[in-house]
């Protein structure tokens, strides 16, 4: 089976982050979590609560990374998953992250951003004339870098699948489950 990148770190979402990292080693594919160091990232759960303009934010769990992006050799993985939470928002300049991103972007790998994921996408300029799906705030970032932004639960554009947010997991770990066979078949 593939093996399959994780880039998360301190306020990555919880669901987001640990939901494909379990649902890949469901289907049997080696997972690993790259964080800017090898430490225990904290995750943040975000959630909607009445009364509150935006989502609310809570700690999460404490998940371990398997390495730090310094020690990622993209080269060895079949697909990238970028989950959302705030961590996508300091991620991005990581020039460890820009490089993993490069790689996977220049031998068109399947990617799978989620919520704010693909602001690491923009950043490095590989959005530019994509379709790609991400929470509503971050549509205006998205489309100054170049970026068609849907609102759809979940968009497939090539070798990119994006989702809105945690609530369209099941249909978006289905397409990215889905073009994982495609692109690296056991």
């Not at 904290?42 to 303009?53: K, N, R, S, Y």
């Not at 300091?90 to 820009?98: A, F, G, K, P």
């Not at 379709?131 to 170049?146: H, S, Y």
Request: proline residues 6%; charged residues 25%.
């Amino acid at each position: 089976m593939a093996r399959v990148l994780i880039l998360a770190g301190d306020a990555s979402e919880a669901l987001e982050t640990v939901y494909p990292y379990q649902r890949l080693l469901e289907e049997g594919h080696e997972v690993h979590l790259a964080a800017p160091s090898k430490k225990k990232i904290q995750l943040v759960v975000h959630d909607f609560e009445e009364g509150f303009d935006t989502y609310t934010e809570k700690p999460g769990y404490l998940w371990d990374a398997d390495l730090a992006f310094c020690d990622v050799r993209p080269e060895d993985y079949a697909a990238l998953v970028i989950p959302g939470g705030r961590a996508p928002e300091y991620l991005r300049y990581d020039t460890h992250v820009r490089r993993i991103v490069d790689h996977f972007i220049g031998e068109r790998k399947l990617i799978a951003v989620q919520c704010h994921g693909p602001l690491i996408l923009a950043a490095t300029g590989a959005l530019k004339g994509r379709r790609t799906a991400g929470w509503p705030t971050v549509a205006a970032d998205l489309e100054a870098a170049g970026a068609c932004y849907s609102g759809d639960e979940v968009v497939v554009d090539d070798n990119l699948v994006s989702g809105l947010a945690w609530p369209a997991h099941p249909a978006w770990m289905r397409k990215v489950v889905a073009l994982l066979r495609e692109h690296a078949p056991a």
